[in-house]
């Protein structure tokens, strides 16, 4: 069975960075488009980047210019690079395919970004 662990989440600060991993069970990156999506308390769970099977990202105007994601097929790796980060980016953060898979859902990394 298919699992994807999320991790790299913490606490940063304000203008700080965290780089967030997703790692498959199996080889299921190179045939998906693969997304970041997280959830803040209290809201629903939204897509925050998209990244093709070819590699191709795809980022929410709220991330865009300070996010990047990253896939490394032969790894079944996908990574976001979150940089000046803001308090609004605070959230759980998941992966998972793009569009998702219900069973594809993990626990998830939480990001704090608070001073």
């Known amino acids: 069975q298919v699992q994807l662990t999320e991790s790299g989440g913490g606490l940063a600060q304000p203008g700080g960075s965290l780089r967030l991993s997703c790692a498959a069970s199996?080889?299921?990156?190179?045939?998906?488009?693969m997304g970041w999506y997280r959830q803040a308390p209290g809201k629903q769970r939204a897509l925050v980047a998209l990244i093709t099977k070819d590699g191709s990202p795809t980022y929410i105007d709220s991330v865009r210019g300070r996010f990047t994601l990253s896939r490394d097929n032969a790894k079944n790796t996908v990574y976001l690079q979150m940089n000046s980060l803001k308090p609004e980016d605070t959230a759980v953060y998941y992966c998972n395919e793009y569009p998702p898979l219900y069973r594809f859902w993990g626990q998830g990394t939480q990001v704090t970004v608070s001073s």
């Open positions: 199996e080889s299921i990156f190179s045939a998906n488009a």
